[in-house]
């Protein structure tokens, strides 16, 4: 059963911009803490941006400035809003969500089924 459902990869040139989107439950969503993680071909999973359920965020050093992460309570949703894409940032991009030690270090319960972020010209 998939319960974090993203949407948003695609292609994009250097310098462009993209925004994922994860949409949960509000039961998941509404009492825990929200991250993106990504993972590149040959490499570990990273930690890419997090959020707490009262808005704390946090960012990877290699994206900060660039990136934003966002939550929607309304829409039960978590953005990723990905601005001056460089090519050292295409990976899989998971959705993830749980207690907030964890998803702003290793990762929490629950985890989305990824979507591809290419950066090409």
């Known amino acids: 059963q998939v319960q974090l459902v993203e949407s948003g990869g695609g292609l994009v040139q250097p310098g462009g911009s993209l925004r994922l989107s994860c949409a949960t439950s509000?039961?998941?969503?509404?009492?825990?803490?929200m991250g993106w993680y990504r993972q590149a071909p040959g490499k570990q999973l990273d930690l890419v941006a997090a959020?707490?359920?009262?808005?704390?965020?946090t960012y990877a050093d290699s994206v900060k400035g660039r990136f934003t992460i966002s939550r929607d309570n309304a829409k039960n949703t978590v953005y990723l809003q990905m601005n001056s894409l460089k090519p050292e940032d295409t990976a899989v991009y998971y959705c993830?969500?749980?207690?907030?030690?964890?998803?702003?270090?290793?990762?929490?319960?629950?985890w989305g089924q990824g979507t591809q972020v290419t950066v090409s010209s």
């Open positions: 959020i707490s359920t009262n808005d704390f965020s």
């Open positions: 509000r039961s998941i969503f509404s009492a825990n803490a």
């Open positions: 993830n969500a749980g207690p907030a030690n964890r998803v702003f270090t290793t990762g929490g319960d629950y």
